[in-house]
């Protein structure tokens, strides 16, 4: 799909949903993409599908299928999906935008690539792909053209459009189903739907491609070049020595024998990206998040917002504070821990594997010169109304219910079971009854997963609730009061506490039958964390990563002392010191950077977005460059974060604020803050007028903000 900005023509439309379109991105298989323009300013990729797909009911289930999959997968090196709505005329999504070309039109235009970018390139594909396989979803169509170069690495787009499309009148004339150069031999040969395996061999030859400029199996008719894929070996001619046996793996005819990604994160790990792409590659980059942001900051040629579309007061897009701050672009997923409220959705958990997505980001073009860290203002429109509200019985009333956003819904935990909501409505989807109510939930492809308050194991269909399993809390080796870390393809994670003395101990077992597959003592009072195939833990003055598959320690870093807390993403591994926060690398375990002059306390991580952290001093946001550690900006906020950590999302952070001394003898409660992670500014803030609430659990999709007060759940508009 061509990247390239064009003029909107006439047939285009101004506005879909709330995004304003500035300009033509490219066209596909399933629709129109457009640059837009969200309400906050923000850039984001809207897909609009075509109208001869919009009236097949067919295409419109596996669409809707499709996005809440998107919601899914996480991961450093995928675009994530910001906002959608399948049931609209016609259906769309927006994803984050990328300015920059894709793999195939770079090596086209600038010549392939050397054997450091290869490498480094092919450790970030590959760790892509192992957040799909994580969500139990399959990609199917990985080849240059889906891979976009950003300024801080790839990111892999266009996730299942020929899935979405499968079995609709696009694809039962007989079109293939991916790409031919790339297609794995046993799905060409026997038809069979792809597995993770295809993925890799995609990978390989993707790989070849970047380092030769031409497929593994060449081109010409399709015929010939499936011929070559099934019963062919590769050419690997000009393949780098260091680069060749590893890429001849994933191309096996054996999927058996192709590596994981993960084995291949950690083959191709470790190298120093350094700028990423060739200075040309670079140039094109800057170039195109130049012209994107002209028609950012240029003014409106219609009406920003029809009469009819309700708005917060003070919020309309083109009358708010005009801040110039960079898209975050690289996802790291906060640690589950013992919260209750848990976030897989939205922009949170990204991009995915199946829903059909092109994405791209726009990087800040100032962030690689040196400058001082710029300052944000606070006027922010003040206590937006929610779009919705949603207040459980009275006897289904709990503190912190465990509770999921995720896929256009959201999922709270009760009393008496479980309730499945419309995440733009409020409306109830489904409810199922469970007499002992839940502690954990947690949605892992199209399954829910629910432990409940007397240790018994749930699992439901997602789209409907329908219940596949049962387990009896007495098969499975967790007590009822120990803590669930979370799902890792078909095993459950959790750490049981001692009756007595002695360390607790991590329990990876299996689902829905419960026996144990491995077992590993930790020291530490903190909860270990799930992220990417990996669980990290600290404690014994040392961080430590550990498979999840198998429970084998791939690395172990020593620290000073044990920390007080522990922050995990894909990429990352944040350890907070007094005044300081350090960066350790999650695959490695190797020291990235150190911040200093962070006040005198620990700070809180708010958020970890793309090439930025943002932290909090008191009153005080600070962000952080997440290459290097330095501050770019900082914000004074209305009032101090509250002590839980919230989760964020590439296009928000939402804030829970405790109410200061002054607020405290007004009577006011506990209030919300909505921040640009990119800017530092603050879009808005809600507080209550009383002081009944006095904490929130909070979380964000990207587009809108979920907030429990302890009576009831509040939405609003991102």
Known sequence: MDSRLKSLGAHDPARVGPYRLLAVLGSGGMGRVYLGRSPGARAAAVKVVRPELSGDPAFLARFQREVAAARAVGGAFTSPVLDADPSADPPWLATAFVAGPSLSDAVRAHGPLEEPV????????????????????????????????????????????SRALDGTAVTRSGALVGSPAFMAPEQVASGRRAG???????????????????????????????????????????????????????????????????????????????EWWPAPVRAEIAARAGEASALLAAPPLVPPIPDGIPTHPGAAE???????????????????????????????????????????LLHDRDSDRPHGPRSATVGAPQGPRPLWTYTPALDDLVPNPPTVVRGGTVLLGETSGLTCLDAATGARRWAVRVDAGFDHVEVSGDTVYGRARDGELFAFEAATGERRWRVAGDRLPLRPDDDVAGVAGTLMIGRRYPTGEGPASVRAFEVPGGRTRWRLEVASRLMPVLVAGRLLAAGKGAVLAVDAATGRRMWRTPLAEDPPSLQVSESAVLVPGAGTLTAFASGTGARLWTAGGLGRLLPTVLAAAGNLVCVADGPTAIGLDARTGSVRWRTRLPAAPAAATPPWSPALVAVPLAPDDAQARAGAGAGLAALDPGGGRVRWTYRVPNDAVTEWDVRTDGARVYAFDGRRLLVFRG
């Open 118 to 161: 290869v490498r480094v390139l092919g450790a970030a594909l590959a760790e892509a792909l192992a957040a799909v396989h994580a969500a139990g979803l399959v990609h199917r169509d990985l080849k240059p053209a889906n891979v976009l170069l950003a300024a801080d690495g790839p990111r892999v787009i266009d996730f299942g459009i």
């Open 196 to 274: 993770p395996a295809a993925d890799v061999f995609a990978l390989g030859g993707v790989l070849v491609h970047a380092a030769t400029g031409t497929p593994p199996f060449g081109t010409g008719a399709v015929p010939a070049v499936l011929a070559r894929v099934v019963g062919a070996d590769p050419r690997l001619d000009g393949v780098p020595d260091g680069l060749r046996p590893l890429v001849a793996a994933c191309l096996d005819k054996d999927p058996g024998r192709r590596p994981s990604p993960e084995e291949l994160v950690e083959r191709l790990g470790g190298a120093d990206p350094g």
């Open 318 to 360: 083109d009358d708010a504070p005009t801040v110039r701050e960079p898209s975050p672009t690289r996802i790291l997923t906060g640690p589950p821990g013992r919260r209750r409220f848990l976030v897989a959705a939205g922009a949170a958990a990204g991009a995915t594997a199946a829903a059909g997505v092109t994405g791209w």
